[in-house]
């Protein structure tokens, strides 16, 4: 079973619409991330949360908001969905007892706005 | 602040040449460096890692080593294979409280 789940894998939605991904882990780590990838520009920070009560804003969080719901979940939300929101997703975990920070990815989530 | 830069792709190889992509890094104090890989259609996953100066992380004939001197850490494999076809991430985690990743080199092996 993966460790890091991402649900839907693949959504097309209408400009205007809200969205939200789900991210789910097994691993018990207390930090998770929300990255955005487009090709040639590499991985994007959104937004990351290093414990339930702890969340804070990446570099491109305009347009874009999350919820902690517990240390295992973490959802990012489209509130009014774009054409140039049209990416890949990738939430991803770290374990801050870790002394090397390495994270752990899901599978993503290709989103295609409309 | 921290930041990451490597070798812009694509890199198009044939099966069992040597591979190079170069990745050099600006952070303070003692980084901890990463190269991932990302298979298509996949996420990333962790390939190697090094923590300290003239640290060497393998894996799956990989090697990369952590050179403060030159501030690098260069990906290599003596002979790649089509399976090895992927985007490969440089990464550091120093003193940010989050990792930095540089933009991707894509790699393309022919049969």
């Known amino acids: ?114 | 602040g921290d930041s990451v830069t490597q070798m812009e792709g694509p890199v198009t190889l044939s099966e069992e040449a040597f591979l190079t992509i170069n990745c050099t890094y600006t952070a303070t104090g003692y980084p901890s460096l990463f190269w991932y890989v990302q298979y298509p259609g996949e996420g990333l996953q962790l390939l190697l890692k090094a923590t300290k100066a003239d640290d060497k992380g393998s894996n799956k004939g990989f090697e990369a080593t952590y050179r403060k001197e030159t501030t690098s850490f260069h990906l290599e494999k003596g002979s790649v294979q089509v399976s090895d076809s992927a985007v490969y991430f440089c990464a550091l985690k120093g003193g940010s409280y989050i990792p930095t990743f540089g933009r991707g080199t894509s790699l393309i092996v022919h049969p």
Not at chain 1, 9 to 31: A, F, V, W, Y
């Open chain 1, 1 to 114: 079973d993966a460790d890091v789940t991402q649900t839907p894998r693949n959504r097309i939605t209408k400009t205007g619409k809200r969205i939200m991904l789900e991210c789910s882990q097994t691993k018990g780590h207390d930090r998770m991330y929300w990255y955005r990838q487009d090709p040639g520009l590499g991985l994007q920070l959104i937004y990351y949360s290093f414990d339930v009560k702890d969340i804070n804003k990446g570099e491109i969080s305009d347009g874009y908001s999350v919820s902690r719901q517990a240390q295992a979940k973490f959802s990012l939300s489209l509130e009014s969905a774009i054409p140039n929101q049209t990416a890949l997703y990738f939430c991803a975990t770290s374990d801050s007892r870790q002394r090397s920070f390495e994270q752990y990815f899901g599978p993503g989530t290709r989103l295609t706005v409309t």
